[in-house]
């Protein structure tokens, strides 16, 4: 039964629940990470790769991706990039501020496929913020896991998110992993080029035994399919996260279709192979 057909539709996520901003982070120039909790009750519990709409009365309603760790019970995390007029007004709140929120929504990573193998994680720009949640799980399921490996791409130094984070994790002996930018720079001793170039300098993974989670624009994440495939990857070990415009979340109003996909309720998470001539189309 289609899961829009299966509980009313407070169950489902339509109801929004008012959500009080209780940190604010400056990621990047454009960018924010939130902390927020709902001003009754527990905060929601998810999945990593679910996202919520994040919604301002009289302004609208934005699909956010939950970048914070799965396993605490904290907060909700979530990093917004002003693009627009409803993700401007989002990242411009402030403590105290407060908002709606539905959801969570979507399949999630499907982390446990990674149990007993490598956990390869390739993201570039904001893509980091969806897969930030694989990281926080693999980290805390590190013992079931044979590795776990970072890869990450970005415009230029001043483009990092989480930072100091991400160089801890790549510091630390529980992960592996290389970040890579675009453009030279003074302030850059690193790698420069495409996230591309990482995958056969530092996957040193055996593909059979590895899985692969990949979120960035969707022109990069073509890149990084046929740089896995041309390293030997199945496309039934590649998962993707995609982006599309939407509006309900719950699969009923088409905005966010694909072929005989709706993004919103079968994604974004998908394997690559189910997606695979779907992810050339645009918004219909
Ligand atoms: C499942 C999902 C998860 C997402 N997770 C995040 C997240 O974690 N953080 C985040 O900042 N954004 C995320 N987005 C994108 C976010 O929903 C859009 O940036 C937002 O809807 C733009 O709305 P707006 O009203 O601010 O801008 P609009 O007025 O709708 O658009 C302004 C400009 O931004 C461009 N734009 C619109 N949507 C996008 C997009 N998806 N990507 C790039 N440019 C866009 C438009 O083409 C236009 O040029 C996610 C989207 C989806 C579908
Ligand atoms: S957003 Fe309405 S069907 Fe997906």
């Known amino acids: 039964m289609p899961r829009s057909m299966a509980a009313p539709v407070w169950e489902l996520g339509m109801e929004p629940v008012v959500y009080q901003v209780t940190g604010r982070h400056q990621e990047l120039v454009d960018t924010v990470t939130l902390q927020m909790t709902p001003v009754d009750g527990p905060a929601m519990s998810f999945l990593p790769g679910q996202f919520t709409m994040m919604g301002l009365p009289g302004i609208g309603e934005i699909p956010v991706s939950i970048s914070g760790?799965?396993?605490?019970?904290?907060?909700l995390t979530q990093t917004i990039r002003a693009v627009g007029k409803v993700s401007a007004a989002i990242a411009g709140l402030g403590v105290g501020d407060r908002l709606l929120m539905r959801g969570p929504f979507g399949e999630p990573w499907p982390v446990e496929e990674a149990v007993g193998r490598h956990l390869l994680i390739i993201a570039g720009g904001l893509g980091l913020a969806p897969v930030r949640p694989i990281v926080y799980w693999a980290l805390a399921n590190r013992g079931r896991l044979a590795g776990v490996e970072l890869l990450y791409g970005a415009r230029g130094p001043d483009y990092i998110p989480y930072g100091a984070q991400l160089l801890g994790w790549l510091a630390s002996d529980r992960m592996t992993g290389s970040l890579i930018v675009d453009r030279h720079s003074d302030e850059w001793a690193g790698p420069v080029g495409p996230v591309t170039e990482l995958i056969g300098r530092h996957a040193t993974v055996d593909p059979a035994k590895t899985v692969a989670m990949v979120c960035?624009?969707?022109?990069?994440?073509?890149?990084?399919?046929?740089?896995?495939?041309?390293?030997?990857?199945?496309?039934?070990?590649?998962?993707?996260?995609?982006?599309?415009?939407?509006?309900?979340?719950?699969?009923?109003?088409?905005?966010?279709?694909?072929?005989?996909?709706?993004?919103?309720?079968?994604?974004?998470?998908?394997?690559v192979d189910h997606v695979r001539n779907l992810m050339t189309q645009s918004e219909l």
């Open 69 to 75: 760790s799965p396993n605490d019970g904290g907060p």
């Open 216 to 271: 960035g624009p969707e022109i990069m994440m073509r890149f990084v399919i046929q740089a896995l495939e041309a390293r030997g990857f199945a496309d039934s070990d590649i998962w993707v996260s995609m982006e599309r415009n939407m509006k309900c979340a719950l699969g009923w109003c088409g905005h966010c279709q694909l072929g005989p996909v709706f993004v919103c309720r079968d994604g974004p998470v998908f394997r």
